[in-house]
């Protein structure tokens, strides 16, 4: 995610946090913390629900994680979908619709979709009223730049790191489980974990369909908010107890901080149980992370990157850029003739045909990294450079091998 609060959806800023990029200068990133609903989709290929999740504005489509929850994705559900509600403001000239025709709209919506009545009086008692703590922290976010200078040395810290690897040490079986399963690596899921969750110590306080009702009846997002209530309401029909669906005020839920639509099409149980427990089981929570970095393009083998040393320029190098969208992609032997060097060497898993991206995302003078194409599928957990790097960064961090 990005930057705001320690126990909260978009924004738990230098603490779990999550916020959304909403520009980018060359040498830093701007955030805002919003309600951050997880892209499951690259900016360079949008689908119709990536940009739906960002409300169609492509500046809402960078986003970056300060130790953050509320990253989940939304995607276009495996199956039959969903019925589509449509966009309404919930809103007259006299104000809000009440929150009585509000919940009566998404009852009827849920019942067209076969979702039984039972299931949906359960859940929708879990909203008796709109959340006003949700919408205070919707209507006061606050906006800061970061250098990733900055932003590296708060949330890749040496407390982070230590608790990464006690998880590693831990969980090392459980990792390996997941990591043979679904053929991912061990480096993004954990860095994935850290930053969403602080490893699962801070998940959210805010019962997820309080959240997203309250989101959605307030109307400045209503199309996305509905569906991903929704969503919520599939999950409880596929037995997943609402009362325990909890989260960040902006709806992303458990240690990897999934929103419903994500929770539906990547969220899997390690032995086979359903519903997947992504709040209270490890196994199932990093087998949820491999299974989204699998479906998104990671290859086995292959890292994510690592830190290169560029020749001293005013400008810089032709190709390299400060982030994944405006960097060229050469073999790694291509950067090496330019003069391009790896810190340490070149990583197990890289030729010199390896094609590679150069960034510096604050630019000549600041720290390069040579990028993959698994850095892409990492920045589709959510499209931040910054995010993307820190992943790896902290992944690579705590991982002894």
Same mark, same amino acid.
């Given at each position: 995610m990005a930057a705001s609060r320690p126990d909260e959806g978009p924004g738990r800023g230098l603490e779990p946090t999550g916020e959304t990029v909403l520009a980018a200068h060359p040498k830093q990133e701007r955030f805002m913390v919003r309600p951050h609903p997880q892209l499951s989709t690259f900016p360079e290929k949008p689908t119709p629900s990536h940009n739906q999740a960002m409300g169609g504005r492509r500046g809402f489509l960078k986003q970056a994680g300060l130790w953050g929850m509320g990253v989940a994705a939304t995607i276009t559900l495996p199956g039959a979908a969903l019925a589509r509600p449509r966009? +309404? @403001?919930? /809103? @007259?000239?006299?104000?809000?619709?009440?929150?009585?025709?509000?919940?009566?709209?998404? /009852?009827?919506? &849920?019942?067209?979709?076969?979702?039984?009545? @039972?299931?949906?009086?359960?859940?929708?008692?879990?909203?008796?009223? %709109?959340?006003? &703590?949700?919408?205070k922290r919707d209507h006061h976010q606050p906006e800061f730049t970061m250098t990733w200078a900055q932003y590296k040395a708060r949330v890749v810290n040496p407390n982070r790191i230590s608790q990464g690897q006690q998880a590693w040490a831990q969980y090392n079986a459980t990792f390996n489980e997941a990591v043979n399963r679904y053929g991912a690596s061990p480096v993004p899921i954990l860095g994935i974990w850290g930053l969403?969750?602080?490893?699962? /110590?801070? +998940?959210?306080?805010?019962?997820?369909? @309080?959240?997203? &009702?309250?989101? *959605?009846?307030?109307?400045r997002r209503a199309k996305f908010f509905t569906q991903q209530l929704l969503d919520a309401l599939r999950m409880a029909a596929g037995g997943v107890n609402p009362a325990t669906m909890m989260g960040s005020y902006a709806g992303a839920m458990g240690q990897p901080q999934f929103m419903p639509s994500a929770y539906l099409h990547y969220a899997t149980s390690m032995n086979g149980q359903t519903p997947a427990n992504i709040w209270t089981s490890v196994p199932d929570v990093l087998a949820s992370v491999a299974n989204y970095l699998a479906k998104s393009g990671w290859q086995a083998g292959m890292p994510w990157g690592w830190e290169v040393t560029v020749p001293p320029a005013q400008a810089a190098l032709p190709g390299v850029g400060t982030g994944w969208r405006n960097s060229m992609a050469r073999p790694v032997s291509a950067w090496e003739g330019m003069g391009v060097r790896p810190v340490g060497g070149l990583p197990s898993?890289?030729?010199?045909?390896?094609?590679?991206?150069?960034?510096? %995302? #604050?630019?000549?003078?600041? +720290?390069?990294? *040579?990028?993959?194409?698994?850095?892409?599928?990492? /920045? &589709?957990?959510?499209?931040? #450079?910054y995010y993307a790097l820190a992943v790896g960064i902290l992944g690579d961090s705590c991982i002894t091998r």
């Open positions: 966009h +309404q @403001s919930h /809103r @007259s000239a006299a104000g809000r619709q009440s929150w009585e025709a509000y919940l009566g709209h998404v /009852r009827a919506l &849920a019942l067209a979709n076969g979702i039984p009545a @039972s299931v949906i009086n359960a859940a929708l008692a879990m909203a008796a009223t %709109p959340n006003q &703590a949700i919408i969403e969750s602080g490893f699962g /110590r801070v +998940q959210g306080k805010f019962n997820v369909i @309080s959240a997203l &009702a309250t989101l *959605a009846w307030e109307g898993g890289v030729s010199e045909g390896t094609v590679v991206k150069v960034i510096q %995302p #604050d630019g000549p003078g600041g +720290q390069a990294y *040579a990028v993959t194409s698994n850095f892409k599928a990492i /920045r &589709a957990y959510n499209p931040s #450079d």
